[in-house]
């Protein structure tokens, strides 16, 4: 009755999110954020509603926001970045996914999705070259049957988007046959990447059935 407590509101305001109540969720983050601009939990979680509702522009600035008052979070580089990255803003992507490697560097939070999303940000730069160090480095220090296909995905994907498409339909090929090869298929995202990528070197059949399996997977998921 005498004060506000912020932590309390966040806190319903997370429960909002987790039934799904995005937008009532974000109304009190932003409510928080007003009376104590740094509470910087409040930031990255009406980035996050922000994205559920299908709105990463005002998801990146609001991290951006967040990223410019506490620079130091693994988490927060990476996930300006990626959404950075899907907007097609090369240059803050950039910046955030090396920051990400740079603080992450001995820290339990290190990222590989940082590396991988580096070396996408490489390959639109036509820088290929680092691209494929960053890679290697990702193959390296997280060394796992996931990640290895991750790898290759990303490797044709900075082939294709660097303008070496002789390479970019090679590796499309080589992960066409490990799909015939095994029916075991990575997790949602994964396939999601898997599924543009071969579809973007002119494979076809695959990344349809790729997507079905997706669908018959995640069928409440209107996203």
Request: proline content about 3%.
């Amino acid at each position: 009755k005498q004060r506000e407590y912020q932590w309390a509101r966040a806190g319903l305001a997370k429960i909002r999110m987790a039934n799904g109540e995005f937008e009532q969720a974000r109304q009190v983050f932003q409510a928080v954020i007003l009376e104590n601009r740094n509470y910087i939990d409040a930031y990255d979680q009406m980035a996050l509603a922000y994205q559920h509702m299908g709105q990463p522009d005002a998801a990146c600035d609001v991290l951006e926001r967040a990223a410019k008052l506490s620079p130091n979070s693994v988490q927060r580089q990476r996930r300006l970045g990626e959404v950075s990255l899907k907007l097609g803003n090369v240059g803050v992507a950039e910046k955030a996914f090396r920051k990400c490697i740079s603080i992450g560097e001995y820290s339990v939070m290190k990222s590989v999705d940082a590396y991988f999303g580096l070396a996408r940000v490489c390959g639109k730069k036509n820088e290929a070259k680092e691209a494929l160090q960053l890679l290697a480095a990702a193959r390296r220090d997280f060394p796992d049957e996931d990640i290895e296909l991750r790898a290759k995905i990303t490797e044709g994907m900075v082939y294709h988007e660097s303008g070496d498409f002789r390479r970019a339909r090679k590796t499309g090929d080589e992960l066409e046959e490990l799909l015939k090869a095994s029916p075991a298929r990575p997790d949602t995202p994964t396939c999601m990447e898997l599924a543009a990528l071969l579809f973007s070197v002119g494979v076809k059949e695959a990344p349809v059935d790729l997507l079905c399996y997706v669908i018959r997977n995640n069928h409440d998921n209107i996203v």
